[in-house]
């Protein structure tokens, strides 16, 4: 009888142990920075198109300033901020990319382009994977990524120029 309860404790504990290492393995990239989406992780890596027809990986910028934005062209807070995206672009290319993963690519998202002028990096996420891996349930949501690939801003709403500025200090 004895031999048979501790059996069962050490079956527990072992499972309790299993538990608990399962539980705390969080993802990381090469560096052992952990992988999420909040602030101090590294954001998850993707692959996308652009409207151009290139292939962009997010990883491909670190060591260089990324404002990641998720938006839709029927969005009217998008709307609202792309003039001062392009603006902000212009000034601060050399040290800032944008890189905006649009997420309707059934639209007219060249057309969108076109009439605002847009000249930044439009990703098409096709699948609409990006997105949800980013958790987007709300546009616009911008992702501010410092050179080192650590997210240090998240923005979930319109932006302003000066926001823009701030945020990539």
Not at 3 to 12: N, Q
Not at 28 to 52: C, H, M, R, Y
Not at 77 to 86: G, H, L, N, R, Y
Not at 128 to 136: A, F, L, P, R, S
Request: hydrophobic share 40%.
């Amino acid at each position: 009888m004895i031999k048979k309860v501790i059996a069962a404790v050490v079956i527990v504990a072992l499972f309790a142990v299993a538990m608990v290492q399962a539980m705390g393995k969080e993802e990381q990239d090469t560096s052992g920075q952990k992988v999420g989406l909040e602030i101090g992780n590294t954001p998850p890596d993707f692959e996308l198109k652009t409207l151009a027809g290139d292939t962009v990986k997010l990883s491909d910028y670190k060591g260089k300033k990324v404002m990641l934005n998720f938006w839709a062209t029927w969005c009217p807070p998008c709307k609202a901020e792309m003039p001062d995206m392009q603006k902000f672009y212009e000034g601060n290319k050399d040290r800032v990319e944008i890189l905006a993963v649009n997420m309707d690519t059934t639209n007219d998202v060249a057309g969108f382009v076109k009439e605002y002028g847009l000249t930044f990096p439009i990703l098409l996420d096709e699948n609409n994977e990006v997105n949800k891996d980013y958790g987007i349930v709300s546009i616009p949501t911008t992702f501010f990524i410092n050179e080192k690939g650590i997210i240090d801003y998240k923005i979930t709403g319109s932006m302003k120029l000066e926001d823009m500025e701030e945020n990539t200090k």
